[in-house]
């Protein structure tokens, strides 16, 4: 009888999304960021076919860009209509100032409208990147030559931040061959969007908006604290299609959510706690396979994994 949504965000470092970014609607799954001089023609290559093949739509700047179209502002575009940023970073990645360009603009985007940054270092070692010692410090000597002081300033942040995004290494002894690599991303990504997949409404919804705004009233997005809201009301009368349509709006803003079905259902079942449990555990901690096998012990390691995230779960169906 009862949807519960419990909002939390209590990682200072997150901001919240300015208003503009409130009705962002993505075009792209994925933009990949490469350095074409080394890897378009080999990793990037592959890794767009991949992407391809497993019916992701990423944005490919050979295919997309319209001739006789400002490139940049076509590429700032699709930067921003694109929910996940791969970044691969190599040996001459900052040496080509359309590069730097497009990573601050990513790092923007995932400060202003909480893309998905993922850095992929191909045949780079992160520490390389991330100290910007050698052939690094020598591709800025020189942008800076060319270009305001400023503008290489904010490269160079964009840069340390990325590089110390988590993300993929090809130099790690398991990611030597090449498929098995590239595998391994595509399905980090797609766990990725699939945590991002839109639920389904009503398929003729009325008035959902306005039920959306009084939701949206009571959700103190601004707080840097936990925020629980309850939808209670007699059977049938819209409450799980709400809680739906409000999952759908707010869900880009987490780091990570789940919308829990029959939670009332499944908790009285014998394991039905656990599973439960496990289900929230596995999308607060993705590329985390530990399950938990007792309610209490579950009640704290949600907390652990959870505290310092900006979580959102929606525990639909809850009779108490
Ligand atoms: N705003 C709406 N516009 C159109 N159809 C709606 C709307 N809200 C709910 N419905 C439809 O009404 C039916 C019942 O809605 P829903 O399941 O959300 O109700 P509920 O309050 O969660 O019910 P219960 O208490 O049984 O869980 C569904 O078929 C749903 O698609
Ligand atoms: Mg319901």
Same mark, same amino acid.
């Given at each position: 009888m009862l949807s519960s949504i419990m909002a939390q965000?209590?990682? =200072?470092s997150s901001s919240s999304p300015s208003s503009s970014s409130s009705n962002q609607t993505w075009s792209y799954d994925v933009f990949v960021s490469f350095r074409g001089k080394d890897t378009r023609y080999k990793f990037t290559d592959h890794l767009f076919a991949a992407l391809d093949r497993s019916g992701i739509h990423s944005f490919d700047d050979n295919r997309?860009?319209?001739?006789?179209?400002?490139i940049w502002t076509e590429l700032e575009k699709a930067i921003q209509k694109s929910r996940i940023a791969v970044i691969v970073f190599?040996?001459?990645?900052?040496? =080509?100032e359309w590069c730097l360009r497009e990573l601050a603009k990513i790092m923007e985007c995932k400060q202003n409208l909480q893309q998905i940054v993922l850095p992929v270092f191909y045949e780079v070692s992160p520490s390389h990147i991330q100290s910007q010692k050698g052939s690094l410090e020598k591709a800025f000597v020189s942008h800076e030559g060319c270009f305001e002081v400023d503008e290489v300033k904010r490269w160079r942040d964009a840069l340390t931040e990325a590089a110390n995004l988590s993300g993929w290494d090809s130099k790690d002894d398991e990611n030597r061959f090449e498929s098995k690599f590239i595998r391994k991303i595509i399905e980090d990504i797609s766990g990725k969007l699939n945590e991002f997949a839109h639920l389904t409404v009503a398929?003729?919804?009325?008035g959902i908006e306005s039920r959306m705004q009084e939701l949206n009233k009571l959700l103190n997005k601004h707080s840097s604290d936990v925020c629980m809201v309850g939808i209670w009301r007699i059977g049938g009368i819209g409450k799980t299609t709400t809680a739906k349509a409000i999952y759908n709006q707010l869900?880009?803003?987490?780091e990570s959510s789940y919308f829990l079905e029959n939670v009332g259902e499944i908790a009285k079942q014998s394991q039905g706690l656990i599973y439960l449990q496990n289900q929230i555990l596995s999308s607060v901690h993705v590329n985390d396979n530990s399950k938990v096998e007792v309610v209490d012990k579950g009640t704290t390691v949600i907390k652990n994994r959870a505290w310092c995230k900006r979580v959102l779960v929606v525990l639909d169906d809850v009779d108490h």
């Open positions: 965000e209590t990682c =200072s997309k860009l319209e001739r006789g179209k400002d190599s040996e001459n990645y900052a040496d =080509s398929s003729h919804p009325v869900q880009r803003r987490f």
